[in-house]
């Protein structure tokens, strides 16, 4: 009963985040806007499709015009074990950056 609860409630976050995509608040001019998606290649950000503080971070990132590669750790293995292996906590969103990386962004 919970799993079919889950997939009703993941299924109504998904089509609500779909449904009312955010502006993009945050206009660079193609030179800045390289230079950003270069640093930001470095990182990944690791996440669960339907897990609403998920959807909240995917909708900052296009409001600030951010591109941050996603892993999914549900439909690849061994992107949760990086995950676990990473920081020994099996949370998302997550990064995968240093705090040196993120001081110096």
């Known amino acids: 009963m919970m799993t079919l609860i889950r997939k009703i409630l993941g299924l109504l976050i998904l089509t609500l985040e779909r449904l009312f995509v955010p502006a993009l608040q945050v206009h660079h001019n193609p ?4 230079a950003l ?9 690791c996440r669960l499709e339907a897990r609403p503080f ?3 971070v995917r909708k900052h990132m296009k ?3 951010l591109t941050i590669p996603l892993k999914e ?3 690849e293995p061994r992107h949760h074990e990086e995950l676990v292996k990473g920081g020994n906590l099996d949370q998302v969103p997550r ?6 990386d ?3 962004f």
């Open 37 to 45: 998606d270069q640093q930001l290649s470095r990182w990944t950000l």
């Open 95 to 100: 990064g995968g950056c240093s705090w040196s």
């Open 73 to 75: 750790i549900n439909s």
């Open 31 to 34: 030179a800045e806007q390289s």
């Open 63 to 65: 409001r600030l015009g």
């Open 102 to 104: 993120f001081m110096a």
């Open 54 to 56: 998920c959807v909240k």
